[in-house]
Nanobody
Framework: QLVESGGGLVQAGGSLRLSCAAS????????MGWFRQTPGKEREFVAG??????????YYADSVKGRFTISRDNAKNTVYLQMNSLKPEDTAVYYC?????????????????WGQGTLVTVSS
């Protein structure tokens, strides 16, 4: 089970931190991702973090690179998305997702588990 929190209303230029708490899975062995979706559009990849023997690797959509940071705390079974310099176009429902294997993936179809989503609204 994945449960997101931290969404809300923020002004453009502001920051929010989303959290996703996982239960019922061996969290440290899962790759994690954040996606977002607006009405009438497909779910869009935002950020991912995957484990490897040399350490976690992070990767981002071009639209958020330099503004968003994904991180994880395996002791707390939680993944975070720190969002800075928010823009109105970042407004969406944000979803956390888990994938059983290592490696990067930008496709929602590759993820096995999903949270219920948390709404982020950025006002101009």
């Amino acid at each position: 089970q994945l449960v997101e929190s931290g969404g809300g209303l923020v002004q453009a230029g502001g920051s929010l931190r989303l959290s996703c708490a996982a239960s019922g899975l061996i969290f440290s062995s899962y790759s994690m991702g954040w996606f977002r979706q607006t009405p009438g559009k497909e779910r869009e990849f935002v950020a991912g973090i995957t484990w490897s023997w040399s350490g976690d690797r992070t990767y981002y959509a071009d639209s958020v690179k330099g503004r968003f940071t994904i991180s994880r705390d395996n002791a707390k079974n939680t993944v975070y998305l720190q969002m800075n310099s928010l823009k109105p176009e970042d407004t969406a429902v944000y979803y956390c997702a888990a994938r059983r294997v290592s490696g990067t993936s930008y496709s929602a179809n590759d993820y096995n588990y999903w949270g219920q989503g948390t709404l982020v609204t950025v006002s101009s």
